[in-house]
């Protein structure tokens, strides 16, 4: 079973709306938890990271969330643009000298004019 | 700066082939990771060097290997391939001094392999 678990698996929704991507994760000890972006055939590109101690992070028109209780992390996109269509990847990664990452197989967002 | 960059960009082998797939990384990082992502599929964590060593493996046959250079940049070799090694290849890097609050890792455009 993955330790990384994203839902919907794909989402589409009209540009200019909002969505919520969803991340639960099993994976410890916690360390850290990044949301990626991932557009079709292109390498993942970073959007957030988060410790145990942050609860919410922005980078423009993404909010992320974290309730490190609950183990569940969230990423909110606001004004929706054609370009936001991609794969979002949630990451959780693992404390220890490893360097333990465990990726979630990511949310497909489309967004339709 | 330059991003991580990653050769070739595509490539097509047949069944029971060997293939090289370079990486260098950003400028000044010394890990280097890499990943598979076959089609439809999350990221499958590969390799993990740093300062020239293997630090970590993911859950791959010992046909798939590689190496770190003194530069930092590496290499992915993949012996006797299969049909289902197809699948896009990431190369990421990072600079592990900064801690968890700045590891985070970039990636390269990554390499498409197509085994027929």
């Known amino acids: 079973k993955n330790q990384v678990e994203q839902s919907p698996q794909s989402l589409i929704i009209l540009e200019g709306k909002n969505c919520t991507l969803q991340?639960?994760?099993?994976?410890?000890?916690?360390?850290?938890l990044r949301w990626y972006k991932q557009d079709t055939g292109r390498g993942p590109v970073s959007l957030t990271i988060m410790t145990f101690s942050e609860n919410t992070k922005s980078n423009g028109r993404y909010t992320a969330t974290l309730d490190a209780d609950t183990k569940q992390s969230s990423l909110h996109i606001t004004a929706s643009q054609l370009s936001d269509s991609a794969s979002y990847i949630c990451?959780?990664?693992?404390?220890?000298?490893?360097?333990?990452?465990?990726f979630g197989a990511g949310t497909r967002l489309t967004v339709k004019p | 700066e330059a991003g991580v960059t990653q050769s070739p960009t595509h490539l097509i082998k047949t069944r029971g082939q060997q293939v090289t797939l370079r990486c260098s990384p950003i400028s000044g990082h010394t890990s280097v990771y890499w990943y598979q992502q076959a089609l439809g599929l999350g990221l499958q964590f590969l390799l993990w060097?740093?300062?020239?060593?293997?630090?970590n493996r993911g859950n791959f046959p010992p046909r798939f290997s590689g190496r770190q250079f003194p530069n930092y940049s590496s290499e992915l070799n993949v012996n006797a391939l299969e049909l289902e090694d197809s699948a896009l290849y990431l190369c990421a890097s990072n600079l592990l001094a900064g801690g968890p609050r700045t590891d985070t890792q970039y990636f390269g455009p990554g390499t498409r392999l197509t085994v027929l």
């Open positions: 990451v959780v990664s693992a404390l220890g000298g490893n360097n333990d990452m465990r």
């Open positions: 060097y740093d300062e020239g060593e293997e630090r």
């Open positions: 991340c639960n994760y099993t994976v410890s000890p916690f360390s850290n």
